[in-house]
């Protein structure tokens, strides 16, 4: 409780108030409650309050599919158990394995990893699970999507049968709840009730344009929009290459992660957003979920996404823990398909926005100017200026001085060309039951196949057709 108060939490979110208590009775759980509900501190209390602080061993693992995903989890439980002062190390491919090591021998209670270097630190014996006693994984229905579900039966393969299974995501497809039943005892399926797949409290729109507007279409918005801190999701690397690029030209903060980057490159492109020195992360599906940044207000699909999931998990990034969000989707002709099979997912219609004009958005930036300038008048000391200001004012009319300052501010819509290779619209993904065949995998060479396995930047081994991280310095 010590923890809980110190990080800020009043009372339980629904998901929370109906897993906690079940969890705790030792009970299997499939938990399903919308983005950005607290599904971490759902898993995250019980789990922590399990822990036997004396004992030496491992006692939980969470399983997340994004490093920088297990990253934040093991963060948020080891401000959990505190108060506790329980050990939590995450461990993940992309990191030093030697130095995972060395943490490894301090026995921490708690290990979140990624599925790839899990099983790495098993095979090497770095890791004992023989005494764990509760399993999560965190976004379950992607680690029991097909390209993970090998890993993970491998994982569970050596935790004993006689433990608690947690398994958590903001969507849980039919086909894929099937198969985590086959993991559990029993599992109880806990869905907190909501009309819609979707958090209401953001803002869902669509834009129906040509693959080769899109871009000018994206820094209008940007412009009008002026949102803290924006996510714009593409389909493929080279597309979040290019835009940040592109995007960079046009003189916007722009940088990029995607699962070929180095993991030092993507955890300070992460880290500069949080911190708000660049304020448009263009991101793959790698960014999609779980991850929980304040300050994000906008997100854009550039391309739209390849199965409704996705969609729910992208523009769950903004939206959270109560606040106020607004989501983007560009559909281009070919995909009105893939717009409808959202919306009968998420049983939420988005609504239809035009185009913005160039002088939509110099309007968007003239203001974006004209609200600092008032802040400035009412708030600042403006001492130190006003001697020049009145100097100009016997020179030049008031009105004449002030467009010109507004037009030194704003940021006038730019039009720069820019290069985006054309991507084909994505076809839509047929074999909802995405079951194990493997004539999909990895088809077209896209970081995102049509199956469905993500780029998540995990290198995995060609030779054995599992897809795993790769243990790499
Ligand atoms: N009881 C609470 N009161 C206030 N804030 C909370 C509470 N529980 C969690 N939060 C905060 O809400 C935010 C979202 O929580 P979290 O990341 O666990 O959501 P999630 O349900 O896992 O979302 P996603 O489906 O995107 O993974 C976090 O910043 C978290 O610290
Ligand atoms: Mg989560």
Redesign the pocket.
């Known amino acids: 409780m010590k923890s809980i108060e110190k990080?800020?939490?009043?009372?339980?979110?629904p998901i929370?108030a109906q897993t906690i208590p079940l969890a705790l009775e030792g009970s299997d759980i499939i938990g399903q409650?919308q983005?950005?509900?607290?599904?971490?501190?759902a898993f995250g209390i019980p789990l922590m309050e399990k822990i036997d602080i004396k004992a030496d061993h491992v006692q939980g693992i969470v399983i997340a599919p994004t490093r920088e995903l297990a990253i934040q989890v093991s963060e948020e439980l080891f401000k959990l158990g505190y108060g506790k002062r329980a050990r939590v190390l995450a461990v993940y491919g992309g990191q030093d394995i030697d130095r995972q090591i060395r943490a490894l021998k301090k026995k921490p209670h708690i290990i979140v990893g990624t599925p790839g270097r899990l099983i790495d630190h098993i095979n090497r014996k770095n890791i004992r699970l023989g005494e764990v006693s509760t399993v999560v994984l965190d976004e379950a229905d992607e680690m029991l999507n097909m390209g993970f579900i090998e890993d993970i039966e491998s994982i569970l393969s050596n935790v004993p049968e006689e433990r608690q299974t947690l398994l958590f995501s903001?969507t849980m497809p039919d086909p894929i709840r099937k198969i985590a039943e086959k993991f559990m005892r029993d599992p109880k399926l806990v869905k907190v009730k909501a009309k819609e797949m979707t958090v209401s409290s953001i803002e869902q729109y669509y834009l129906e344009l040509r693959e080769g507007e899109k871009f000018d279409t994206l820094a209008r918005l940007l412009d009008i929009q002026t949102p803290e801190l924006a996510i714009v999701f593409g389909r493929t690397k080279r597309r979040v290459d290019e835009l940040s690029s592109a995007l960079n030209i046009r003189g916007y903060m722009a940088e990029g992660i995607h699962g070929d980057l180095s993991q030092a490159k993507r955890l300070s492109v992460l880290k500069k957003f949080k911190e708000g020195s660049i304020d448009v992360l263009v991101a793959t599906d790698v960014a999609a979920?779980?991850l929980?940044i304040s300050g994000v207000t906008h997100v854009y699909n550039f391309d739209i996404p390849q199965d409704p999931e996705s969609y729910v998990?992208r523009i769950?990034r903004t939206g959270?823990?109560g606040k106020k969000g607004m989501a983007v989707t560009f559909v281009t002709p070919r995909e009105r398909g893939q717009l409808n099979a959202v919306e009968n997912t998420t049983k939420k219609r988005m609504i239809k926005m035009k185009a913005p004009t160039l002088s939509e958005a110099l309007e968007g930036q003239q203001k974006a100017v004209t609200d600092k300038i008032i802040s400035t008048v009412e708030q600042e000391d403006l001492s130190l200026y006003t001697s020049t200001a009145d100097e100009l004012l016997q020179k030049y009319s008031a009105s004449d001085l002030v467009a010109s300052v507004l037009k030194l501010l704003t940021k006038e819509p730019d039009s720069t060309p820019v290069k985006l290779t054309e991507e084909a619209p994505m076809p839509m993904r047929r074999d909802r039951n995405r079951s194990s065949s493997s004539s999909n995998r990895q088809r077209n060479g896209r970081s995102t196949s049509p199956q469905g396995r993500k780029d998540y930047g995990n290198k995995r081994s060609r030779s054995t057709g599992q897809r795993r991280e790769r243990t790499s310095k």
């Open positions: 990080m800020g939490f009043e009372e339980a979110t929370q409650a983005t950005g509900t607290g599904k971490t501190a903001a979920r779980g929980d998990h769950g959270r823990a």
